[in-house]
């Protein structure tokens, strides 16, 4: 797996053995973290405090995969929740996952019709390495049959990030929407779950991430404590560095990636935050982190549109 390719999840199937919660991780790039046991309400995160004409928008950059060593989260933080008329997020998992209409049109979306396989989609250069992984992790062959590349490329990542301890039950965003969902506050959605797998089952080259994403596994070892510590820093430069620009220049080949699962979005997030705003005087954001650092990011956008903002 390559650092800095989408990784997702998705469903409670046992047949799959994912979470479709997880599964909006991927299209922050998963900002993934294993945080060693520290005093969780002493780092700083990224939180971004937006204002324009009285109204404010306080936006966190998340972690979709932790544990529980993240919690409880600094108190500037949990404040700006509590002094917020609605939580805005990507995608509401919770909502989904009472939605049975709504998983029957996500699997749809996630398998191959009955009579196409994965294998009859990928070279057998590809499928080879990925029959090899199965191996290696003890997983059987036929749980990944009919799953689309970009699919079983989540998966598999997954999988992985599973076996290292990450948790999407102890997503930031979750963390959040349990919350919101409790209390009765208003959650208000930028995209939506069928949206964003959509946006996924559109690349042009899914085999490519896919091999990749097999080739680099090991580098998960090496990438998770540096986005830790540039996270718990709130350090907006490293993650840049991290999630994007390392990612680009290694591979500028992905520039197509980018461009459709940040920039195309970083825009249209901007614009739908810029609306909503426009209809409560305060409102929490919580999306990848990625979203939020360097150039094109919806940080950027926003401020391109009058909104003066300052990380607090």
């Known amino acids: 797996m390559h650092a800095r390719i989408p990784m997702a999840v998705s469903h409670y ?3 799959f053995q994912i979470c479709w919660g997880g599964l909006f991780a991927a299209l922050a790039l998963l900002i993934i973290l294993c945080a060693p046991p ?4 002493n780092d700083r995160g990224l939180l971004l ?4 004409d009285n109204r404010t928008v306080y936006m966190l950059g998340s972690i979709h995969l932790a544990d529980d060593t993240f919690y409880p989260l600094r108190g500037t933080i949990e404040k700006a929740y509590r002094n917020s008329d609605a939580l805005v997020v990507e995608a509401d998992v ?3 996952e009472s939605d049975p209409e709504l998983q029957r049109k996500v699997m749809l979306e996630s398998l191959y019709p009955p009579g196409q396989q994965l294998k009859d989609n990928i070279s057998p ?5 990925l029959q090899e992984w199965l191996r290696k992790r003890q997983i059987p062959e036929a749980n990944f049959n009919r799953m689309r590349p970009a699919i079983a490329m989540i998966t598999l990542s997954l999988i992985e990030m599973q076996a290292r301890g990450l948790d999407p039950k102890a997503g930031i965003d979750r963390h959040f929407l349990n919350q919101a969902h409790r209390e009765g506050k208003q959650v208000l959605e930028l995209e939506s779950v069928l949206q964003q797998l959509r946006l996924l089952n559109s690349l042009q080259k899914p085999e490519l991430f896919l091999q990749q994403t097999l080739e680099q596994v090991s580098q998960m ?8 510590r540039a996270w718990k820093s709130g350090d907006q430069k490293d993650l840049y560095q ?3 620009k390392e990612g680009l220049d290694e591979h500028p080949e992905y520039a197509q990636l980018y461009e459709l699962l940040f ?12 609306k909503l705003s426009q209809r409560y005087q305060s409102l929490f954001v919580v999306v990848g982190a990625g979203h939020l650092v360097g150039s094109k990011s919806v940080t950027e956008l926003l401020e391109n549109s009058g909104f003066t903002i300052e990380q607090i």
Do not use: C
């Not at 520290?38 to 309400?41: D, H, Q, W, Y």
């Not at 405090?49 to 324009?52: C, L, S, T, V």
């Not at 070892?221 to 830790?228: A, G, I, K, Y």
């Not at 920039?263 to 810029?274: C, F, K, S, T, W």
């Open 49 to 52: 405090q937006a204002k324009k």
């Open 263 to 274: 920039y195309q979005r970083n825009r249209e997030m901007a614009e739908n935050i810029d």
């Open 125 to 129: 250069e590809v499928y080879g390495q």
């Open 242 to 244: 991290l999630v994007i």
């Open 38 to 41: 520290a005093l969780a309400a």
């Open 13 to 15: 199937s046992q047949k």
């Open 94 to 96: 919770i909502a989904m």
């Open 221 to 228: 070892d090496t990438f998770v404590p540096r986005m830790t």
